[in-house]
Nanobody, 126 residues
Framework: VQLVESGGGSVQAGGSLRLSCTAS????????IAWFRQAPGKERQGVSC????????YTADSVKGRVTISGDNAKNTVYLQMNNLKPEDTGVYYC????????????????????WGKGTAVSVST
């Protein structure tokens, strides 16, 4: 089982990025895929989650209205479209897999996740 993130980079505030998480060793039908981020010196926090198995989703209040999560089963890839980025969005973004439903992200956070990618860095400047 492997998760590989891509799409991070440096942008100015107000810009956009699309992160990708490609899974191998399992299909999106097997697991819910979540995005977490870890800002420097802070704990890893859930951003968004999608399950193509039961249709459940989760998005943190801090990013609602600015991020869209989607999945492409044919490519076994989950995307996180982030718009109107703010400096506080800076951090390393990790994708992770867990058994659905996505609400478990809000309840248990990182403890709920079974598999993790290595992360992709996002830097938002003013």
């Amino acid at each position: 089982v492997q998760l590989v993130e891509s799409g991070g980079g440096s942008v100015q505030a107000g810009g956009s990025l699309r992160l990708s998480c490609t899974a191998s060793g399992f299909t999106l039908d097997d697991y819910a895929i979540a995005w977490f981020r870890q800002a420097p010196g802070k704990e890893r926090q859930g951003v968004s989650c999608i399950s193509t198995t039961d249709g459940s989703t989760y998005t943190a209040d801090s990013v609602k209205g600015r991020v869209t999560i989607s999945g492409d089963n044919a490519k076994n890839t989950v995307y996180l479209q982030m718009n109107n980025l703010k400096p506080e969005d800076t951090g390393v973004y990790y994708c992770a897999a867990t058994v659905p439903p996505c609400v478990i992200i809000a309840v248990e956070g990182v403890r709920a996740m079974d598999y993790w990618g290595k992360g992709t860095a996002v830097s938002v400047s003013t």
